[in-house]
């Protein structure tokens, strides 16, 4: 069975600095797709990034990056020039095969940037 | 355009109650799934609609939870009679395609569902 983890259930930033929130998974699958999802107070749980497992190069989109290393089924998520804005509940999340493209999800990371 | 939309955003019952919880996808979109959070845990997947056919619903808890999608467009999940341990918010997404892993799922505010 997939699994997704979570270790750090909170953390917090100062505004603009970096902050890196860690994932690990288990799958016997050699092809997957791996998602952070995030989720501000009192709204919608949104997709931040996608990786694909097969490729070497690893995701980024404006301030977030991944670091996403297959051997040791780590995918961590990192926020650059945090703002505000990027107080969120964070999801990182696993889609299953063989017909139901259901997602796993880890516990959640609920990240707070200070002023 | 709209996004997926859920109602109620809150719901408050008592135990052996009756609850309705209705989920409008994003126009267009094939498929249709429900997950749930309970406080402090992992968001689990419950069901998986294609259209209005049920393609998993290998993480329904029990029988008291009955989904259902007529026509293949909105969708309710009716929990009866409730229970304590039914607490939680209630998410729905959707999504267009069935292309593995390439296509995003979009999630609704969620349905809070607290049981007394």
């Known amino acids: 069975a997939q699994t997704v983890t979570q270790s750090q259930p909170e953390m917090s930033v100062q505004e603009a600095e970096t902050v890196t929130l860690s994932c690990t998974y288990d799958t016997s699958e050699n092809n997957y797709y791996l998602f952070w999802y995030k989720q501000p107070p009192s709204r919608q749980m949104i997709l931040v990034i996608r990786q694909e497992a097969y490729k070497q190069q690893n995701a980024t989109e404006n301030r977030f990056s991944v670091n996403f290393q297959k051997a040791a089924k780590s995918f961590s998520l990192k926020i650059s020039d945090s703002q505000l804005g990027d107080t969120a509940m964070y999801f990182c999340?696993?889609?299953?095969?063989?017909?139901?493209?259901?997602?796993?999800f880890g516990k959640g990371t609920k990240l707070t940037v200070n002023p | 355009e709209a996004g997926v939309t859920q109602f109620p955003s809150h719901s408050v019952i008592e135990k052996g109650q009756t609850v309705t919880l209705r989920c409008d996808p994003i126009s267009g979109h094939d498929n249709l799934y429900w997950y749930r959070r309970v406080m402090g845990k992992e968001i689990k997947f419950l069901l998986h609609f294609v259209k209005e056919s049920k393609q998993d619903e290998s993480g329904m808890p029990n029988n008291r939870f009955l989904a259902e999608r007529t026509g293949g467009t909105y969708s309710t999940l009716k929990v009866q009679p409730a229970e304590l341990e039914d607490s939680g918010v209630y998410f729905c997404?959707?999504?267009?395609?069935?292309?593995?892993?390439?296509?995003?799922?979009?999630f609704g505010p969620g349905t809070r569902l607290t049981v007394l």
């Open positions: 999340a696993l889609p299953t095969q063989g017909g139901s493209e259901k997602l796993v």
């Open positions: 997404a959707s999504s267009q395609f069935r292309s593995f892993g390439t296509d995003t799922q979009y």
